[in-house]
Structures are given as structure tokens and as C-alpha cells.
């Protein structure tokens, strides 16, 4: 099992700049998750999903949306990059009824 | 929500077990704790798991008295490689939503 991985690793983007981030499972995990991290910081929820086809928001939503159409895939939009976006962006998921995350390697995003 | 307090850094020596400690005062009683390991450029990494008395794993102990509104994470004869943020987390990823929150963490720096 390759368990959680991210694409792509690492991304420069211009303000004003779409793009899209993905994660994928093959655990047949039901939740999925997106966080991000400043530095020094901890992880902040910027929205979830409890199965293919759904989703919700976190703590921090602004300026991104989700799909989930696949259960082993959750991908986060960035419709418009801002300098504030700067983030390293962590995927995670889990099993129903189990208080386990599993964490991908993340995604490293830099807006100028 | 659960809100956990727990200190910013602590410094050892190789050999020495190493014990973190966190406050969760207004821990609800169908939250679960638990303590993720981030070393940079990485994701969180699950170390243990509790909800009371004690758990011991190969690699940690989690300690957690009667009243559940603290616990402590105890690292055995720590090495160089446990140097890392220590996340300490209270809550239950049951309920259709995520109701846990990442603090600042604990940066354990082991020395030679």
C-alpha cells in the first residue's frame, strides 16, 4: 500500500493563479481530510469529506473549494492564489469509527 | 472543543526518557487523546492513543489519571531521531465532522 501520497510536492504560483492539489488513498478510507501549516504552527482544517460525492467546510475555507467524486481521491482548488496561501498542505484520512489519521508527506505552496 | 495546553519545547540527552506533558481541562467524555510525532518536511505521524489509565506501545507510554484532564506522552531512552514536534490532540473523529485541533506542539530537541 502506497497509503496517503500528494501531488505535486512542491509548487510555485503567481498571485492570481489557479491550481489544483491532489491526494490520493488506497486504503478505502471513507474521510478525508485538507489541512494546512504555517510555520511554527499547527495544522488548521480547511474542509473535509465522510465519503465520495461529499464534503464540508473546516476552520479555514476561504478561498479554496473541494471534490470528492472518487472515494480514494480529495482534491483541493485554489481558484484565485493569494500571498496568503503560503502553506504546506497536508492531506490525511481515515477508516468509519476509527481515531487514527493517516498523513500524507504534503504539499509545499508558495504564492509571489 | 477541547483546547490543549502543552509546553512549547523541551530539550534532552540521548538515553534519557523524556516525558511531555498536556492539559485538557474541558476534555468531553467521548473525546479520545492523542499524540502525533512530526519530524520537517514530513506529516504527522500517529504515536499513541488513549482515553484513560495507561497505554503502552513499542514505541511510547501515555499516561492519563482518572479525571482525564491531563496526560503525559513518556519516550523511553530517547535518540537523536526522536527529535520532533509532538502534537497532543483531544477529541473523537466519530460524529460525521472533525473535532480535533492541532496546537503549537511540543519541539523536543534530544542532544548527544
Known amino acids: 500500500n502506497a497509503g496517503v501520497t500528494q501531488t505535486p510536492k512542491f509548487r510555485v504560483l503567481k498571485t492570481g493563479q489557479s491550481m489544483t492539489l491532489l491526494c490520493a488513498q488506497d486504503?478505502?478510507?471513507?474521510?478525508m481530510y485538507w489541512y494546512r501549516q504555517d510555520p511554527g504552527m499547527g495544522l488548521r482544517l480547511i474542509h473535509y469529506?465522510?465519503?465520495?460525492?461529499?464534503?464540508a467546510k473546516g476552520e479555514v475555507p476561504d478561498g479554496y473549494n473541494v471534490s470528492r467524486l472518487k472515494k480514494q481521491n480529495f482534491l483541493l482548488g485554489l481558484e484565485s492564489a493569494a500571498p496568503s496561501q503560503t502553506s504546506v498542505y497536508f492531506c490525511?484520512?481515515?477508516?468509519?469509527?476509527?481515531?487514527?489519521?493517516?498523513f500524507g508527506p504534503g504539499t509545499r505552496l508558495l504564492v509571489l | 472543543l477541547a483546547k490543549t495546553t502543552q509546553p512549547i519545547s523541551m530539550d534532552s540527552y540521548e538515553g534519557q526518557e523524556v516525558n511531555i506533558t498536556c492539559s485538557h481541562n474541558?476534555?468531553?467524555?467521548?473525546?479520545?487523546i492523542t499524540w502525533y510525532q512530526q519530524f520537517p518536511s514530513q506529516g504527522p505521524r500517529f504515536i499513541i492513543q488513549?482515553?484513560?489509565t495507561k497505554v503502552t506501545n513499542e514505541v511510547a507510554s501515555l499516561f492519563i489519571p482518572a479525571d482525564r484532564k491531563s496526560s503525559t506522552l513518556s519516550l523511553p531512552r530517547v535518540s537523536l531521531s526522536d527529535t520532533a514536534v509532538y502534537y497532543c490532540?483531544?477529541?473523537?473523529?466519530?460524529?460525521?465532522?472533525?473535532?480535533?485541533?492541532f496546537g503549537a506542539g511540543t519541539r523536543l530537541a534530544v542532544h548527544p
Open positions: 490525511a484520512s481515515h477508516m468509519l469509527q476509527q481515531e487514527t489519521q493517516y
Open positions: 486504503m478505502n478510507h471513507e474521510y
Open positions: 469529506s465522510v465519503g465520495e460525492g461529499t464534503t
Open positions: 474541558n476534555i468531553a467524555t467521548n473525546d479520545y
Open positions: 488513549g482515553y484513560k
Open positions: 490532540l483531544v477529541g473523537t473523529l466519530s460524529g460525521g465532522y472533525n473535532k480535533l485541533i
